[in-house]
T-cell receptor, first 115, second 114 residues
Framework: GAVVSQHPSWVICKSGTSVKIECRSL??????MFWYRQFPKQSLMLMAT???????TYEQGVEKDKFLINHASLTLSTLTVTSAHPEDSSFYIC?????WGLGQFFGPGTRLTVL | GENVEQHPSTLSVQEGDSAVIKCTYS??????FPWYKQELGKRPQLIID?????GEKKDQRIAVTLNKTAKHFSLHITETQPEDSAVYFC?????????????FGGGTRLMVKP
């Protein structure tokens, strides 16, 4: 149980385009989903917290107009990187927290490369 | 906000030896402390967690200890095996935080030499 999927697993795009990443909880309802960014050999940095049906809470320094988050249902959250630039290239990982506990279950991640 | 420090950043041990990774946290309200294992290019996997009402928890070769007074917690891996090689992250969370967000330590790269 507690499986989280993420799609796509990797994407290469041109500078200036937008990229949408989906995060789904497959066998449980996620009251809260989290989006992280991880640069090579570094820790996970929280970008934003999203709750179903409400606006996401962004961490300091994360541009909400650039990283659009939509949490339309208890099993789906999406992150859209708008007007992507090479510096946005990173490993983006989502996680989901179930209603029953405090633990977070991570998706497999999406490697974004912006040319 | 919460700040989590993790040491060491790299750890090399011989197969069969024990490995210990230590973390400190700053927010006394934190009450949940998970440990994650991340292999290269893969998702972090929860390996063990502990809540603030418990001082120690063990699961086979893995154990975690928590000292609330000193605000530090540690991961202990005994009889290490090459497949234990990975990056390990500690994290802390407060139940009072919106959504129970986790603050991660910087990670420890564990290398188990056969």
């Amino acid at each position: 149980g507690a499986v989280v999927s993420q799609h796509p697993s990797w994407v290469i795009c041109k500078s200036g385009t937008s990229v949408k990443i989906e995060c789904r909880s497959l066998d449980f309802q996620a009251t809260t989903m989290f989006w992280y960014r991880q640069f090579p050999k570094q820790s996970l940095m929280l970008m934003a917290t999203s709750n179903e049906g409400s606006k996401a809470t962004y961490e300091q320094g994360v541009e909400k107009d650039k990283f659009l988050i939509n949490h339309a249902s208890l099993t789906l959250s999406t992150l859209t990187v708008t007007s992507a630039h090479p510096e946005d290239s990173s490993f983006y990982i989502c996680s989901a927290r179930a209603a029953w506990g405090l633990g977070q279950f991570f998706g497999p991640g999406t490697r974004l490369t912006v040319l | 906000g919460e700040n989590v420090e993790q040491h060491p950043s790299t750890l090399s041990v011989q197969e069969g030896d024990s490995a210990v990774i230590k973390c400190t946290y700053s927010d006394s309200a934190s009450n949940y402390f998970p440990w994650y294992k991340q292999e290269l290019g893969k998702r972090p996997q929860l390996i063990i967690d502990i809540r603030s009402n418990v001082g120690e928890k063990k699961d086979q070769r893995i154990a975690v200890t928590l000292n609330k007074t000193a605000k530090h917690f540690s991961l202990h891996i005994t009889e290490t095996q090459p497949e234990d090689s990975a990056v390990y992250f500690c994290a802390a969370s407060s139940g009072s935080n919106a959504g129970n967000m986790l603050t991660f330590g910087g990670g420890t790269r564990l290398m188990v030499k056969p």
